[in-house]
Each structure stands twice: as structure tokens, then as C-alpha cells.
């Protein structure tokens, strides 16, 4: 059993970066390489592209990525643990393969599947999908009426360290997964290099502490952590991405490529840690209940953070499955207005197209962009804008009628009032969520070798 290893993070979701993860593998020197690609609705989505094509639905980005790491990866030996698979987790695999027989090299592929539970929908009568109840046993997370009312596209369930753990004694260079809890990607290498039991909770706990700080990518390294002002953080344009020193003591060094941009300290590590962490006593994945209350921090030189003292209990009896659904469609509108009165005349603007809309629309909403659309309120803000962009949105049942708000918006050019320019209108199809938990014993994972 190794005494260390060194795990690092590419990509903290879908449409992160490419070049980060190059330079983690080419000048990391890492042992593995984790690519976090997934959320709610980007699996969603990801399982509208493979019901359209079902050689699809694995991440848009992946061959992209594929492309330039694996030479790096085969040349340096890291092996690649990604949930690009996203729905699709065997194609993605297939993809792969067909990667690197064009790049005439040879690479052993394992996809982790069994967390979509789609073949667990049956159709009713009104032509709308549900989960057939006596198959599985479902209890919602929040009472969600839209789960009666709107057709589901996709029900993905949190699956843990499990099947990552046979693909890692398969010797295989890459796995591919689909929805596995995040934290899971970096604590299943801990557990296979180390040797670690699946019960032991406190060192779950500690690993799954160190997967959450890495998870996130630049995150951890300064990027969203950023503020010009109070949060200076230098070379921005070449924000490296973390990689974490883990010890099998369950403690860790953050820190991140010399001479790359962004910074690794007690705020930046701070922050992360409380990132999306609801009861910091009891934060659940389907590995352990991690407790981040105990967690010790130590900046023991320039980008490079000590972790260590997590703890942790048993794992839930139940898993998270995200649920995808069709939620409509979301129509928008938005035209500009600049010089003297540019706010007098947008605010005419909007209230002219609330009076022909409201009776259609009863959730239209109005912004004046740079003046009051995140905090709805200008905050009796007594500087008068030189510029304002005026939105307009609204849900709508069909494309059809989403399409009205940017029609009306359009029309202000000759209905005025006057000076409106840069006129865009947007139909956008929605996906909605909702979690619902599921007892584990219904999830299996399984592992299928390229």
C-alpha cells in the first residue's frame, strides 16, 4: 500500500477550461487526474441528447478533452477518473477507444453504470412518465407538484465509491462514470491505494472532506473566490486548477502547479469547504455522513494548505436520485435604451409591455439591467445611468407562446418610445429538478472493460 498519492482536479463542471487539466497532467505530477463534469441539469439535458441520439448523451466536451489528455495521460501514467459519461456512460467509453486507436495508442477503458433508473418510469394513460411505485420505493425530498403534471426525462441516482473501486482493480488507465456523488471521484483512488475500509468513517470522512475541496476546480485555486477590491488574486488568465498531496492518514496538502495563476491559502480553502454545505455536522453522501465541524487547516507555505481531523459516521440508508423534468419554455426579450433619460424611457418601455402581457403572463418579470434585475431593487440608488437594458421574461407551456414576450419587446423599435436598439429575443426549453431519495439497496452499480 502506498503512503501518498497525488490526486488532481481539471474540471469542476461541464464547461470549465481545457487547457488547466493539460498542464495537471503534463507538469503535475499526479497519480490521478479527476474531471467533475456534472450537475442537475446537465445530466438532464445530457439524457435529451441520447433519447434524440443514443450514441449520444456522454459530455459535450469530451472528446475535446479526450483529444489532448490522453497522449499526456498514457506518457505520464495518470490514471483519469471523469463522470463525462454523464447518461451514457458506455458510449463515452466506446468514444474513447475510438480516440485512441486513432491516435495509435493503447488504453484500457472502464464505464461505471447503473445509477440511471429511467427503466424504472412507466407511461400512464395521460402519456405522462412516473416511477412505477411498486417497484421502487420513493420518498420525495420536497413535496413537488410538478412531478404529477410534467412528463420526467431523466432519474439519476448518487451513487458512491462502489463501482469506481472494481474498475481501479481492473488496472484500467480511464474510467468513465455517470452520476457518482462528487466527493466519490477522489475518495474511491484514497481507498484503493490505501487500503482503507469501506466502514472506517472518519478516514471516509477526512477523504470525502479533501474530494470536496478539490471538486470544484479553480474554485479552491482563487477564481470564484476572486474580489479586485477586498479578494485581490493575480494572473487570473492562467488560473491553475488543485491538486491535492493525500496521505493515509486520511490528511492532505492543497496546493496547486508552480507558475500557474490564482492562489491557495486559508481564505481560498476556507471558502470551499463551506461551499454547498448545508449541517456542516452531517454533510451525506452515499459514502459516509462527513463531519466538517472537527476539520483543521494549516497554511504551511506559499499555495499549499494542510487538512486534516474530519471525522465521520455511517452512510445513509438512502441515495439521492435527480429527477429531470419538462418545465416548459422560458421566452425573453431585451432592448437597450442610452444617453439623457435612457432610464425614464426603458422604464416607459417596461410598462408598456406589462399592460399588454400581465393578463397572459401572470409570472412576467421585468429587469432594467444594471440598475435593479439581481436584487430587484435600485436601492434609491440617486445616480442616473447614461445606459439601460431592458428584459422582459415569462414561462409558457409552449414555444409557441414564449416566443410572444420577444415579439413584443421587438416591436418597440417603431411603437416606441424612442432610441431602443439592440433588440434580441430568445425561446429557451426548460428542465426542471427535484430530488427524490431511494434506499441504496435498489442502486448496483456495474462495470463493463474496453
Not at 20 to 42: I, W
Not at 187 to 204: C, K, Q, R, S, V
Not at 338 to 360: F, S
Amino acid at each position: 500500500m502506498k503512503n501518498k498519492i497525488r490526486i488532481g482536479c481539471g474540471a469542476g463542471f461541464s464547461g470549465d477550461r481545457l487547457e488547466p487539466a493539460l498542464v495537471l497532467a503534463e507538469q503535475g505530477n499526479l497519480d490521478y487526474l479527476v474531471l467533475e463534469c456534472l450537475a442537475e441539469r446537465t445530466i438532464a439535458l445530457a439524457q435529451k441528447r441520447k433519447l434524440a441520439d443514443p450514441t449520444k448523451g456522454y459530455d459535450p466536451f469530451l472528446e475535446r478533452r479526450i483529444e489532448g489528455l490522453l497522449p499526456i495521460l498514457v506518457k505520464n501514467n495518470v490514471r483519469l477518473i471523469t463522470n463525462m459519461g454523464a447518461t451514457n456512460p458506455v458510449a463515452g467509453a466506446e468514444k474513447i477507444v475510438e480516440i485512441a486507436s486513432k491516435q495509435g495508442i493503447s488504453v484500457k477503458v472502464a464505464a461505471v453504470i447503473g445509477d440511471e433508473l429511467s427503466d424504472k418510469l412507466v407511461e400512464m394513460s395521460n402519456g405522462i412518465s412516473k416511477f412505477n411505485n411498486e417497484d421502487f420505493a420513493i420518498t420525495l425530498i420536497s413535496n413537488h407538484s410538478s412531478l404529477s403534471t410534467s412528463p420526467l426525462i431523466s432519474a439519476n441516482a448518487y451513487m458512491g465509491v462502489e463501482g469506481i473501486l472494481e474498475a481501479l482493480q481492473s488496472d484500467a488507465q480511464i474510467i468513465i462514470t455517470g452520476r457518482i456523488a462528487d466527493p466519490s471521484l477522489f475518495l474511491a483512488p484514497m481507498i484503493h491505494e490505501f487500503g482503507w475500509a469501506t466502514d472506517d468513517y472518519n478516514l471516509l470522512g477526512q477523504g470525502t472532506i479533501v474530494g470536496h475541496l478539490l471538486e470544484c476546480a479553480g474554485q479552491i485555486t482563487g477564481g470564484y473566490f476572486a474580489d479586485p477590491i477586498t479578494k485581490p488574486v493575480t494572473n487570473m488568465d492562467t488560473l491553475g486548477h488543485p491538486f491535492a498531496d493525500v496521505f493515509a492518514d486520511g490528511s492532505a496538502i492543497i496546493s496547486k502547479v508552480a507558475g500557474t495563476g490564482g492562489v491557495v491559502n486559508l481564505a481560498t480553502v476556507k471558502e470551499q469547504l463551506l461551499y454547498e454545505v448545508i449541517n456542516p455536522y452531517a454533510y451525506l453522501t452515499p459514502d459516509v455522513s462527513a463531519n466538517f465541524t472537527t476539520v483543521q487547516l494549516e497554511e504551511i507555505a506559499d499555495n499549499q494548505v494542510k487538512v486534516w481531523a474530519g471525522t465521520g459516521q455511517e452512510k445513509p440508508s438512502t441515495l439521492k436520485v435527480s429527477v429531470g423534468y419538462q418545465a416548459g419554455f422560458l421566452g425573453e426579450g431585451e432592448i437597450s435604451y442610452a444617453g439623457e433619460n435612457a432610464l425614464a424611457r426603458a422604464q416607459l418601455a417596461g410598462d408598456t409591455l406589462e399592460k399588454r402581457l400581465k393578463a397572459d403572463f401572470t409570472d412576467l418579470r421585468t429587469d432594467y439591467v444594471g440598475l435593479s434585475a439581481i436584487h430587484r431593487t435600485d436601492f434609491n440608488h440617486q445616480i442616473e445611468p447614461y445606459e439601460v437594458r431592458l428584459r422582459l421574461a415569462a414561462n409558457a407551456e409552449t414555444a409557441q407562446k414564449a416566443a410572444i414576450i420577444g415579439e413584443e419587446v421587438e416591436a418597440l423599435y417603431t411603437n416606441g418610445p424612442a432610441g431602443g436598439g439592440g433588440a434580441r429575443k430568445y425561446v429557451t426549453e426548460l428542465v426542471g429538478i427535484v430530488s427524490v431519495l431511494i434506499d441504496r439497496k435498489k442502486v448496483k452499480p456495474e462495470v463493463i472493460l474496453f
